[in-house]
């Protein structure tokens, strides 16, 4: 049995952009309004795509609408389509403000947090005609993106599965445990993971490398880790651990600026994996534009380079 295939001449962007509306709210009427459309108008236009696509991607009730398994996977493409078509309008729209490159950098909290302002406020100072788009991501969310040409480059935490991608070591990251000042652990000057198990943690939110990362030591040492709090951010985890919630372990650089104040105490670990590498990576199959690659070489420097004039475009 041949496939049938979608006509692209059915199927233009607003109707993309409506339909992830429609998924993203549940409700065809606050999908039409937020693309600015009349209720009937939108109802003809997610028909039609349910027509080109031969298959139904909605159910409708007079509760809103739910998506099927293939309105599911609709979705994730569509989201892909128009999120590519707003990069590509972006992108010649600074060609055309005079911007003589365009780069799309996206960055674990690690990276960005530590490494990344000084390198990136160094390059865009000799490179002004250069643009680039930097965006936090999880490290897996980065691999993703970098495949499917969503980013140019990536920097994220070694480990990762990045089959398909070139990398290079980016920078050295080292991990310390957090603790408030009158927690037990704080009068260590180093300490062994597995001995901060038998208190409650406190950790980034599912997809963390850093979470995986501590999740599997603590498997390996035989013991559960006692997750109380999950957060977006090393600064909330701060915040929670100055709370007295539990103890986290962060980057060091990402902790400098709060033990003080807050009455935390950041104490070394023992383990190897708290020496944790960062890479620097990006599709081995697309060739890097010229900006790209200058903004990957000018990253690639050594750290006590930075500050030094780049080259020219």
């Known amino acids: 049995m041949v496939k049938s295939s979608i006509n692209p001449a059915r199927v233009d962007f607003v109707t993309l952009r409506l339909f992830c509306a429609v998924v993203q709210t549940g409700?065809?009427?606050?999908?039409?309004?937020?693309?600015?459309?009349?209720?009937?108008?939108?109802s003809r236009r997610l028909s039609d795509?349910?027509?080109?696509?031969?298959?139904?991607?909605?159910?409708?009730?007079?509760?809103?609408v739910s998506v099927t398994p293939a309105g599911h996977a609709a979705g994730q493409h569509a989201m892909?389509?128009?999120?590519?078509?707003?990069?590509?309008?972006?992108?010649?729209?600074?060609?055309?403000?005079?911007y003589r490159g365009h780069v799309r950098l996206w960055a674990n909290m690690s990276a960005l947090t530590e490494f990344l302002p000084e390198a990136l406020s160094d390059f865009m100072a000799h490179q002004p005609g250069i643009r680039v788009d930097v965006e936090e991501q999880l490290s897996g969310d980065i691999v993703r993106a970098l495949l499917d040409g969503l980013a140019d480059i990536g920097v994220f935490a070694e480990g990762t599965?990045?089959?398909?991608?070139?990398?290079?070591?980016?920078?050295?990251?080292?991990?310390?445990?957090?603790?408030?000042?009158?927690?037990?652990?704080?009068?260590?000057?180093?300490?062994?993971?597995?001995?901060?198990?038998?208190?409650?943690?406190?950790?980034?939110?599912?997809?963390?490398?850093?979470?995986?990362?501590?999740?599997?030591?603590?498997?390996?040492s035989g013991r559960p880790l006692r997750m109380r709090v999950q957060v977006r951010s090393f600064d909330a985890m701060c915040q929670m651990i100055a709370a007295q919630l539990g103890v986290g372990v962060l980057p060091l650089a990402a902790c400098k600026e709060t033990p003080g104040p807050r009455g935390l105490k950041a104490?070394?670990?023992?383990?190897s994996w708290a020496q944790r590498q960062l890479l620097l990576g990006y599709s081995a199959?697309?060739?890097?534009?010229?900006?790209?690659?200058?903004?990957?070489?000018?990253?690639?420097?050594?750290?006590?380079?930075?500050?030094?004039?780049?080259?020219?475009p």
């Open 27 to 42: 409700s065809i009427t606050k999908g039409a309004a937020q693309c600015h459309l009349a209720l009937s108008a939108a």
């Open 49 to 64: 795509f349910e027509a080109a696509t031969g298959a139904q991607l909605l159910e409708r009730s007079v509760q809103g």
């Open 80 to 98: 892909r389509l128009f999120q590519g078509f707003e990069l590509f309008s972006s992108e010649l729209a600074d060609y055309a403000e005079g």
């Open 161 to 220: 599965p990045a089959d398909g991608l070139t990398l290079a070591p980016f920078r050295n990251d080292e991990l310390v445990l957090l603790c408030p000042r009158a927690h037990p652990l704080a009068k260590a000057r180093k300490v062994a993971f597995a001995d901060c198990l038998d208190h409650d943690f406190v950790g980034l939110n599912r997809g963390s490398s850093l979470l995986e990362l501590t999740s599997r030591a603590a498997a390996e």
């Open 267 to 271: 104490v070394r670990l023992i383990d």
């Open 285 to 312: 199959s697309r060739q890097l534009s010229a900006a790209a690659r200058m903004i990957a070489d000018h990253l690639l420097m050594p750290a006590n380079s930075i500050g030094r004039p780049g080259l020219q």
